[in-house]
């Protein structure tokens, strides 16, 4: 009989990305240089953001899946609108300390075309805890449930900016392209500076 290598190449790849998130889980790095691999042509601010010029981004990948709520969300829906991605998870202290900023700017800039949507990672014993972090901080967008990091692994081509901390927040522009990255925990004021560029694009 003979088995099939493909689910455990998938289960490997899965694995690898596992470890690179546990590797920089709830980084405090403010520098924000890492880039997603080779030939990336983004430029790194002293603000920890690097970003992608319009004529050179790349388009997300599929970003889709179960919500924890139950419900299935397809990041390619939220097209012709600016989306914000914040990869986090309950258990983690810069996801807790950047929640309150991001419930709010979420609900201001809704009027303005611009959709957020969580992913919820590492999330290994259930969704309980993580459905009590958006409760206590009064989260009302979606977040994706990714405990072993597959939407994250599938979402996001390489050489593009990529998720590789936790929390990591991906600003995508109308277009569905990957337009500006942040591995730190953001701020109001650090939020809305990778958010209205984007919102001012024609």
């Not at 805890?129 to 967008?141: K, L, Q, S, W």
């Not at 990091?149 to 590789?164: A, E, M, T, V």
């Not at 600003?171 to 919102?199: F, H, N, Q, Y």
Request: a neutral charge; charged letters at 25%.
């Amino acid at each position: 009989m003979t088995v099939s290598r493909a689910p455990r190449r998938a289960l490997s790849a899965v694995a690898i990305v596992a470890a690179a998130l546990a590797l920089t889980a709830c980084s405090s790095d403010s520098k924000g240089k890492s880039g997603g691999g080779g030939g990336t042509n983004f430029v790194t601010n002293t603000g920890g953001i690097a970003t992608v010029a319009k004529g050179e981004r790349q388009a997300a990948k599929t970003i889709a899946g179960e919500t924890l709520d139950g419900k299935q969300l397809d990041v390619a829906d939220l097209k012709g609108k600016v989306v914000v991605l914040n990869v986090w998870g309950s258990w983690c202290s810069p996801c807790r300390a950047e929640a309150p900023h991001f419930a709010k700017v979420s609900k201001e800039y809704k009027a303005k075309g611009v959709e957020f949507v969580g992913i919820n990672t590492r999330e290994n014993d259930g969704k309980d805890e993580a459905v009590n972090f958006e409760e206590d901080f009064g989260i009302e967008y979606p977040s994706l449930y990714d405990p072993a990091g597959k939407i994250i692994l599938n979402g996001f081509p390489q050489g593009s900016l990529i998720p590789q901390a936790i929390p990591s927040t991906i600003v995508l522009d109308k277009d569905g392209k990957i337009a500006a990255r942040s591995l730190m925990a953001l701020d109001e004021t650090k939020l809305k500076s990778m958010i209205d560029p984007l919102v001012a694009e024609k």
